[in-house]
């Protein structure tokens, strides 16, 4: 308000003062209420923050005075001053008026008897578009390569709230506006990844149980025996796979990594390094760096077992159980380290050589020996070098010549 008009002359809103009937000298009071217009239209001032009027203000000069102001501005603190025609004009602001402060670049509102930043006003829009439109259900819309949430000094939270359990709080992601996948808690407080290939089907890949923390979902084993490629091992299924089938062109030596192979005919050892012709199953286990460990089962239960140095040498195959068993040429048992022993009891003839047919073949011809059941001399004796699945042989006495005593047999090689 201006201090030059008393109040009940000047109007109830911007106080400009105003012409009475039949005033004299009506110029005065008509160019000082345009001299307000001036300064109160686009209203602006040079600073807020000088505390003493400037020595040799120029005409129209304005400012806004701060609290504590000296010299013509004392007592004036938050006014508006305005110079015109040689003197200081003050005005009072009133609720909503809004002002330019020039050197800080700032805008101000007078609100609850203060000025206020308008940057530090409260914010609020039914809608808002940046760079795009904002309408229906998109209330905030921003179309740009990038957004920036950063922190002040210590974290950041990005909030997303939802009514009831019921409802969805998540983030879409889309291409070209289909959906391709969905993070957030959607119908259900447990928190879900899904994924999309076409934005209308839609695969849980993950699912975290809000109460447990434990997972459900595409993503991870269904089962002990699941051999779906790229899924997460859930504790109970242990990781263990289906063996990968191998081929007649599949090496056991060049088998790569870690891992279960099956092996589903002996045909396929052929010109390969398996410890026998036979169907199995061989696990790897690889070491870090080079060398590893196999183990190979076959479908008979034969455990056999080998290991590779750090340069790829592989060792001979050992069987780590021994087996046993018996036919009509007598009885047989395999030990793991390759000894193989048979027996048999026969008695043999007195007229001819006697072929002992071993009960399992040796890789070498066996060390045989023999005991004979008599009251007198009766001898084993070899009618020719034994072979790798026979034996010639005889009892004979004193005499040389061919005895029938009953005989235990034994030979001793190898089976592998």
């Known amino acids: 308000m201006s201090d030059l008009f008393a109040s009940d002359d000047l109007t109830p809103v911007l106080a400009l003062p105003?012409?009475?009937?039949?005033?004299?000298?009506?110029?005065?009071?008509?160019?000082?209420?345009?001299?307000?217009?001036?300064?109160?239209?686009?209203?602006?001032?040079?600073?807020?923050?000088?505390?003493?009027?400037?020595?040799?203000?120029?005409?129209?000069?304005?400012?806004?005075?701060?609290?504590?102001?000296?010299?013509?501005?004392?007592?004036?603190?938050?006014?508006?001053?305005?110079f015109a025609q040689g003197a200081w004009v003050f005005l009072t602001p009133a609720e909503g008026w809004q002002i330019?402060?020039?050197?800080?670049?700032?805008?101000?509102?007078?609100?609850?008897?203060?000025?206020?930043?308008?940057?530090?006003?409260?914010?609020?829009?039914?809608?808002?578009?940046?760079?795009?439109?904002?309408?229906?259900?998109?209330?905030?819309?921003?179309?740009?390569?990038?957004?920036?949430?950063?922190?002040?000094?210590?974290?950041?939270?990005?909030?997303?709230?939802?009514?009831?359990?019921?409802?969805?709080?998540?983030?879409?992601?889309?291409?070209?506006?289909?959906?391709?996948?969905?993070?957030?808690?959607?119908?259900?407080?447990?928190?879900?990844?899904?994924?999309?290939?076409?934005?209308?089907?839609?695969?849980?890949?993950?699912?975290?149980?809000?109460?447990?923390?434990?997972?459900?979902?595409?993503?991870?084993?269904?089962?002990?025996?699941?051999?779906?490629?790229?899924?997460?091992?859930?504790?109970?299924?242990?990781?263990?796979?289906?063996?990968?089938?191998?081929?007649?062109?599949?090496?056991?030596?060049?088998?790569?990594?870690?891992?279960?192979?099956?092996?589903?005919s002996a045909a396929l050892t052929a010109g390969n390094h398996y410890p026998e012709a036979a169907a199995g199953a061989l696990v790897q286990i690889a070491r870090p760096g080079a060398g590893a460990a196999q183990l190979y089962i076959t479908q008979s239960g034969t455990l056999w077992s080998r290991g590779a140095d750090s340069a790829g040498t592989w060792q001979p195959w050992m069987r780590q159980s021994s087996s046993s068993?018996?036919?009509?040429?007598?009885?047989?048992?395999?030990?793991?380290?390759?000894?193989?022993i048979c027996r048999r009891s026969l008695t043999p003839s007195a007229s001819a050589a006697t072929t002992w047919s071993y009960p399992q073949p040796f890789t070498a011809p066996p060390v045989i020996s023999g005991t004979a059941q008599a009251t007198v001399l009766s001898a084993l004796c070899l009618d020719a070098a034994p072979g790798t699945t026979s034996a010639s042989l005889s009892l004979r006495g004193a005499d040389h010549a061919r005895r029938a005593d009953p005989l235990h047999l034994t030979a001793i090689g190898r089976w592998y």
């Not at 003493?52 to 603190?77: K, S, V």
Request: charged residues 15%; proline residues 5%; aromatic residues 6%.
């Open 100 to 264: 330019w402060v020039a050197d800080e670049a700032l805008a101000l509102r007078w609100q609850g008897g203060a000025w206020v930043a308008a940057q530090d006003l409260p914010l609020q829009v039914a809608r808002l578009g940046v760079g795009a439109t904002a309408e229906g259900a998109n209330r905030l819309a921003l179309a740009g390569e990038a957004s920036l949430f950063t922190h002040q000094g210590a974290g950041h939270q990005i909030k997303i709230n939802k009514a009831a359990a019921a409802e969805t709080a998540s983030l879409l992601f889309q291409t070209a506006w289909g959906g391709r996948a969905e993070m957030g808690t959607s119908g259900t407080d447990d928190f879900a990844l899904k994924v999309s290939a076409d934005g209308s089907t839609w695969i849980t890949a993950l699912s975290v149980a809000r109460a447990t923390g434990l997972l459900s979902g595409a993503g991870i084993t269904q089962s002990a025996t699941d051999e779906v490629p790229g899924r997460l091992v859930k504790s109970g299924d242990y990781g263990w796979p289906l063996g990968l089938a191998l081929d007649a062109g599949d090496d056991p030596d060049d088998l790569p990594g870690s891992g279960v192979w099956v092996c589903a």
């Open 325 to 340: 068993g018996s036919t009509a040429n007598g009885s047989w048992l395999r030990l793991p380290d390759g000894t193989q």
């Open 18 to 82: 105003m012409i009475r009937p039949a005033q004299a000298q009506k110029h005065i009071p008509h160019n000082e209420a345009l001299r307000l217009l001036e300064v109160l239209v686009q209203a602006g001032v040079a600073s807020r923050s000088e505390s003493a009027p400037p020595d040799d203000p120029a005409e129209g000069a304005r400012f806004l005075i701060p609290a504590g102001a000296t010299g013509a501005w004392d007592g004036r603190g938050g006014q508006i001053g305005y």
